[in-house]
Structures are given as C-alpha cells and as structure tokens.
C-alpha cells in the first residue's frame, strides 16, 4: 500500500528515535561515541547504533532504514559505492564521487550524501585556515582524496594539485576539483601552501605504518600541512612538518568535520562541534 507508506514517511514524528552506521567490520566504529556525545549534549533522544552490514547487503538496510523510520544512516565501507542505488537520489557531490557516506531524510525521500571533503574543508576554516587562500597539494587519490579534491574546487581554492603513486586514480581525483585542478608531482610541494595527506601512509597497523608518504624535505615553514590519518594522530608526516616549522592538523578535524555535517542534515541544528571532537579524541585515546 504505497500511499499508506508514503503518509508515515511524510511525518517526521513517527520515525523512530533511532540513526545509527552500516558497514563491515563495524565493531570499532567510533560513530557512536561521537554521535552519542552530539545527541546528549543536544537533548535529542536519540540513539545510534553499529550495524554489522556485509558487501551486497547495502540496498537491503537501506531498505530497512526506509521501512522503520531510521533518523539517519551513515555508510562504511564496505558500501559506500552500492547504497546509491538503494536512495532515492543523492546530491550533486556524492553523485560526482560515486560514494555516500550518509543517508538522510528530506521529506519523504533519501537522500545519499558524502560529507567527507566538506567535513574536511570545515574543520580548516575552524582553525582560521581558508581553503581558498592557497594553493593546495592532495597526496594520494582514494576515496578520501577523492571528496577532499572535489570540495576544495567548490571551496573555491586556487589550485588543488593531486600527487599519487598511480597517475590513473590521479587524474580522476584531479578532474573532481574542476578547472583549478591538475595531477602534479612531490616537487610541486615546495610552491604550495597547503599540504594534505590523505594516503593511509603512516597509519597503525598497514604496511606502511611508521613512513612518510612524501620527502620531508619538500616541507618548510608557512606551510600548513593536515594528514587525514588519524591512528596514531601525531603521524610521521606531522611530526616532519612540525619540525620544519610547519602549521599541522592531525586527522581528528576530518572525523569530526565529516560527523557534524551528518548531524546537521539528520537534525536541521548546527552540531555541538568541540562535544563531538572530545569524544572523537577520546575514542583515540582508548
Ligand atoms: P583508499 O584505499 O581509497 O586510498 C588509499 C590511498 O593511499 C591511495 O591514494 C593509495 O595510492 C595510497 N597509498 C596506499 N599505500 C601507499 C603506499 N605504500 N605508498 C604510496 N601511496 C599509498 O583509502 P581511503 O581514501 O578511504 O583512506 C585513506 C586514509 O585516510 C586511510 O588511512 C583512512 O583511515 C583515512 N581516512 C581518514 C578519515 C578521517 O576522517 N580523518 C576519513 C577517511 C579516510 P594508489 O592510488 O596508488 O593505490
């Protein structure tokens, strides 16, 4: 009875006090202590929740969410990419990615969001850093990359230029920032007063935990440099950079940047931001 369906949907009220992550492995998911902290501080009596969903079962809970009212999903890996299907339509820059990364609710219909590059770009400017202010280097072309590059082009940056070990995936994140964006390489590093590791060069417990992903060297004073890795949170790369002389910022800002915009979008208010990134910063210090 789909117009029975589409009255419940309609009327926010009768959804469930309930938004919560899928994706697997799911388990260490620090989404619900940052969304936790966020609901309390807020008075809103809602609860979040890991959900261990597989590969392929990415339509089927986003099914679920439509059918029990779910406030609000965010999405992991492994279903970023086939969750699109599943919504209703998504916004311009997750259509551009190919990934969401969050779901929400406008009127009656889902919405598919990426959060991840706004959420970065955010967490800039609360450090007084405008993206727009200096040309910017993108180490590395993944998904994280990926919505870095494309926010930075809608941020209005200057120049956003991608250096990554395969030029392929290099070319495509270079080709989201539009007009302002080029692939480069680690000499273009010297010119930029930007600087942003979103490889997971340096992070715990990968291969290549403990290294660099560029030549340190490249690295001096009036440069800001962020590296998106955020286990450990001082990486090897921010280490260099600080001993350079360089301004750093370590992964804490993209985890909470990219929560407080899914926040906004499930509740409509601006997120408790300093609430969610102590408890980001205190799943870290488990
Ligand atoms: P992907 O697997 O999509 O991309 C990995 C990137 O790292 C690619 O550019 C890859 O290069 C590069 N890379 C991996 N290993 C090496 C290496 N040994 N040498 C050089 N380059 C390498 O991962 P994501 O984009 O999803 O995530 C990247 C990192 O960002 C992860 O550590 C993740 O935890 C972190 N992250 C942090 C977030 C936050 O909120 N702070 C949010 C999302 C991610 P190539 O293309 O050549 O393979």
């Not at 000499?187 to 560029?214: H, K, Q, R, W, Y």
Request: charge should be negative; aromatic fraction near 4%; hydrophobic fraction near 45%.
């Amino acid at each position: 009875m789909p117009g029975a369906r589409s009255r419940v949907l309609s009327d926010d009220a009768a959804r469930a006090p309930v938004a919560g992550v899928i994706g697997s492995p799911i388990a260490h998911s620090r989404s619900p202590a940052i969304f936790g902290a966020a609901f309390a501080s807020e008075g809103i009596d809602w609860h979040y929740f890991p959900f261990e969903v597989g590969e392929g079962d990415g339509a089927a809970a986003v099914e679920a969410m439509r059918t029990l009212g779910l406030r609000g999903l965010s999405v992991t890996m492994p279903l970023k990419v086939e969750v699109i299907d599943a919504v209703d339509r998504c916004s311009a820059g997750a259509e551009a990615l190919g990934a969401v990364n969050c779901i929400a609710w406008e009127g009656d219909e889902l919405v598919g969001h990426n959060t991840d590059g706004d959420g970065f770009v955010d967490s800039l400017r609360w450090r007084g850093i405008d993206p727009a202010g200096g040309r910017a280097v993108v180490v590395g072309a993944g998904g994280a990359a990926r919505s870095i590059s494309e926010a930075l082009g809608r941020a209005g940056s200057p120049e956003v230029v991608v250096v990554n070990r395969s030029l392929e995936r290099a070319e495509r994140a270079a080709a989201l920032a539009g007009t302002n964006g080029r692939v480069g390489t680690e000499a273009d590093i010297v010119g930029a007063e930007l600087v942003f590791n979103a490889t997971s060069v340096g992070m715990a417990g990968t291969e290549a935990a403990g290294e660099l992903p560029i030549d340190p060297a490249r690295l001096h004073r009036g440069q800001v440099v962020a590296d998106i890795v955020y286990v450990p949170l001082v990486t090897p790369l921010l280490e260099a950079a600080s001993a350079a002389g360089a301004l750093t910022l370590d992964g804490l800002g993209m985890l909470t940047g990219q929560a407080a915009q899914a926040f906004t979008l499930w509740t409509g208010r601006d997120a408790p931001i300093a609430i969610m990134e102590a408890a980001a910063r205190q799943t870290l210090d488990r």
